[in-house]
């Protein structure tokens, strides 16, 4: 302890002990010059970072491309709707900047090309489809969005299609899908376009009650012309047939007896009464009557009600009118028969022939004469 020389030393003791700190400047402290400059840009960072999630949070998903339809239906040259008006819409986020309007894929025509909306022209689509894009673009960064609009056929539109007045031009199997080789074609070969069987359930559909009908009535086939290229049928019942040549084919009245046989390829018409009993074969050129059994004529004309002759025989101005045959000479039967008359017939009609009393016969008009040239009557 100090000694106390006056009265100074004296108030010093008595008082309290005290410290003031000394001023010392930052920069001579070595390690902390810039610490507190790396603080404060972490503060700004973290500043940043939120303004940038805010950013993104207000932005994201928020420009997109409003549109009332996104399908054009109707013929090229004429759509219905005729033009489709696209707007972007922009989040809360999203404000100033500009938009443009381009036409991303696809062809269209679209006006204006900038601004907050845009009308892409029906009729000025090619192809399937047409894809628009509006780029927003604030403080040089882009925001796209994307429009897909696309174009259908007038047929597309409608349930029904009139291949007579919605079809232009001739429809192929390489512009329809799904109808396979027969698909909308004029004429159908069954030959070549056909395989296997048509059914009226799963190839076939809107024919009505003539579906793949076992058969067909006449008054059932309305218009037009059926060729017999075309009809595979086993059985056609109709009232009345009109047709203008059939050739090559065999038409028959039944398949049992009796029946009428018309054969086109032979020009032969024959008449069937039974098995190997009756045929009578007429064609162009000459007529042929055939008996092969059984004890009835060949040929019967029954002739009634009329004074006009059963059968009347015209030849040429060089022919014959009538030859009666016999095959191999007639060795057993005679070419040609009268049939004996009971009693002379009451008509004398000049050139009259009969057989009575054992005598061929002759009238003049006025009477009957025997073969000497005795008068009867």
């Known amino acids: 302890m100090s000694v106390i020389v006056n009265d100074r030393d004296k108030l010093l003791q008595a008082a309290a002990v005290r410290f003031v700190l000394p001023t010392i400047d930052p920069i001579q402290i070595p390690g902390l010059p810039g610490a507190f400059d790396d603080i404060e840009q972490l503060q700004n960072d973290v500043e940043d970072l ?16 409003r549109a009332p339809a996104l399908a054009f239906f109707g013929a090229a040259g004429t759509t219905t ?20 309007w381009t036409v991303f894929a696809g062809s269209a025509t679209i006006s204006p090309s900038s601004g907050d909306s845009t009308a892409v022209i029906g009729s000025t689509v090619t192809g399937r489809s047409v894809t628009i894009r509006a780029r927003l673009t604030i403080d040089l960064v882009s925001y796209d969005a994307y429009a897909t609009i696309t174009r259908f056929g007038a047929v597309s539109a409608v349930d029904q299609v009139s291949l007579t007045t919605q079809v ?8 329809v899908t799904g109808l396979g080789a027969l698909a909308l074609l004029n004429t159908v ?15 076939v559909t809107n024919l009505g009650n003539l579906a793949f009908a076992n058969g ?26 009109t047709a203008g040549t059939i050739t090559g084919r065999t038409l028959q009245t039944s398949a049992t007896y009796p ?7 032979s020009n032969q018409i024959s008449i069937l009464t ?17 008996n092969d059994g059984g004890i009835s004529p060949t040929v019967h004309i029954i002739k009634s009600g009329s004074s006009a002759p059963a059968l009347q025989v015209t030849g040429s101005t060089t022919g014959a009118g009538l030859i009666v045959r016999l095959p191999g000479g007639g060795s057993t039967s005679a070419p040609f028969r009268l049939d004996p008359s009971i009693s002379l017939p009451s008509s004398r009609i000049a050139g009259s022939i009969c057989f009575h009393g054992g005598w061929l016969c002759f009238a003049n008009g006025s009477h009957w004469f025997n073969a000497d040239g005795t008068q009867l009557t």
Not at 52 to 60: G, P, Y
Not at 168 to 175: F, K
Not at 274 to 283: D, H, I
């Open 50 to 65: 939120g303004e940038q999630i805010d950013h993104l949070m207000n932005t994201s998903a928020s420009f997109f491309i």
């Open 81 to 100: 709707p005729s033009s489709i008006t696209l707007t972007a819409e922009r989040g809360s986020g999203l404000v100033g900047g500009t938009i443009a």
């Open 168 to 175: 232009t031009g001739q429809l192929a199997n390489s512009n």
């Open 189 to 203: 070969s069954l030959n070549s376009q056909v395989t296997g069987a048509l059914n009226g359930l799963t190839q």
């Open 216 to 241: 067909l009535a006449a008054n059932q086939i309305g218009a037009g012309t059926l060729a017999a290229g075309v009809i595979y049928a086993g059985a056609i019942n109709a009232n009345n047939i």
């Open 259 to 265: 029946r009428v046989v018309i054969d086109s390829a």
């Open 274 to 290: 039974g098995p190997s009993l009756t045929a009578t074969y007429l064609n162009a050129f000459n007529s042929v009557f055939t």
